[in-house]
């Protein structure tokens, strides 16, 4: 993968990058999670102390191809600005006269932002042509282009592949970060190897279990999905969520994963409750005794205790998916206990997926005692399926 580096000398060189920055907004338009922008920062400060006039693009939300004011990226041209301690731009469109007027006016070691690339219909179009009318549109605002927008390389559009192969091309430091910790996990992991597996559904994750359980050496399962594996098994479950069509499935995994000496865990007790809801009452069950009229909505803490102690036995570990439903303070204790175990451990750690990732920074952890904390839900779960993702092959030599 090209670096930033292979782009030789920046100073005075326009520059065009894509970020990631699709943050939470509340009601007010405040950014709820400034996550994503910090994580660009590393791109953003080299090519401002390289000199280089910088152009960014980015999306915010679904606008589905038309101009919205509330997808409008002005909330995050101030944080950014913020950040950086130097005035971020925002153009008033994304490559109408505006943005054309402010990447003319760009100076040396000034940053300015395009208005959302959603806005226009040809930056998601499937007709190739329709994109690449929009990628010479962007290429022709700068000299070279950095792609850094993790959370978007697995899909093929405008500012992410087609505008690569128009301009000088190289992957910034947080897409180079992303795929070289990610690739610590498929590449020759250092062993034992452990997959932790949560989130709600099994379906979600097929992918992910089916190119895992080849490379894996232990694969620990909680959260919602762990119901249908736990049905695969013979376990009544209550109310638990379950995927009826998925208990074949699952119990092909457990199968396969008995042929290939992977060994899989399952919660052997649970955090039960009536009630889907915050201060619905709680109890722990063994699970070959859940309650019928009551649902699985956490591991149980002799299971939290088996998977921490299976993390800290682990040199390499990686984590996708809650282990319960860790919005509910009630039903946090499981992902709490996955969480501080690979804050723990002294194995290589990785954190995929939204929602764990979320976790980790809401109920409290010390990001910087992970190895790695990836940005890009989709895009780093699909790494670990082991597909190409279009935005990452076209920056390779
Ligand atoms: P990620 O984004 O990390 O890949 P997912 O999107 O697959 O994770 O799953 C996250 C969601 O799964 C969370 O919102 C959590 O509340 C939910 N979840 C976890 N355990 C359960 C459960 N036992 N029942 C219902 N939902 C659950
Ligand atoms: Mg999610």
């Known amino acids: 993968m090209r670096t930033i580096d292979s782009l030789g000398d920046l100073s005075g060189k326009k520059v065009l990058v894509r970020s990631d920055f699709n943050v939470p907004l509340d009601a007010e338009k405040n950014i709820t999670d400034d996550g994503r922008i910090r994580a660009a920062l590393p791109t953003l400060t080299r090519l401002v102390k390289a000199g280089a006039k910088v152009v960014v693009m980015a999306h915010l939300g679904r606008p589905k ?10 909330p995050v041209a101030a944080r950014l600005g913020e950040l950086l301690g130097q005035n971020v731009k925002l153009a008033a469109d994304t490559v109408g006269e505006d943005a054309h007027r402010l990447a003319a006016q760009v100076g040396p070691g000034e940053v300015v ?17 329709e994109r690449e009318e929009l990628a010479a549109l962007y290429a022709a605002l700068a000299d070279v282009y950095v792609s850094d927008g993790f959370g978007v390389v697995h899909r093929k559009q ?5 505008v690569a192969k128009l301009l000088p091309s190289a992957a910034g430091e947080l897409v180079f970060k992303e795929i070289d910790s990610l690739s610590k996990a498929t590449d020759n992991p250092q062993r034992p190897y452990t997959v932790i597996l949560g989130g709600s559904k099994v379906s979600d994750k097929l992918g992910v279990i089916d190119n895992l359980i080849e490379k894996a050496d232990r694969l620990l399962i909680g959260g919602g999905m762990a119901y249908t594996f736990l049905r695969a098994q013979g376990y009544e479950v209550g109310k638990s969520l379950l995927e009826e069509d998925q ?9 396969k994963a008995k042929q290939k000496g992977v060994e899989i865990l399952l919660p052997t007790d649970n955090v039960t409750a009536a009630e889907f809801k915050a201060d619905a009452p709680a109890s722990v069950h063994p699970a070959d005794a859940m309650p019928a009229q009551e649902m699985g909505l956490d591991i149980g803490p002799q299971t939290a205790e088996r998977y921490a102690q299976a993390i800290a036995d682990s040199k390499t570990i990686v984590w996708n998916g809650p282990m319960g439903v860790f919005e509910f303070e009630a039903f946090a204790k499981g992902t ?27 109920l409290g952890y010390d990001e910087t005692k992970f190895n790695h904390i990836s940005t890009g839900g989709g895009a780093s779960l699909e790494f670990l399926e082991g597909k190409t993702l279009p935005g990452i092959a076209v920056l390779e030599d």
Request: proline share 3%.
């Open 65 to 74: 191809g038309k101009v919205n004011p509330d997808f409008s990226l002005a």
């Open 247 to 255: 208990i074949e499935n699952a119990k092909a995994y457990l199968e």
């Open 113 to 129: 932002l395009l208005e959302n690339v959603r806005f226009d219909p040809r930056e998601t179009s499937k007709t190739d042509s």
């Open 336 to 362: 709490r206990a996955v969480a501080q175990a690979m804050q723990d451990a002294c194995g290589f750690t990785i954190v995929g997926g939204g929602d764990s990732a979320a976790a980790v920074r809401t």
């Open 158 to 162: 405008a500012s992410v592949y087609d």
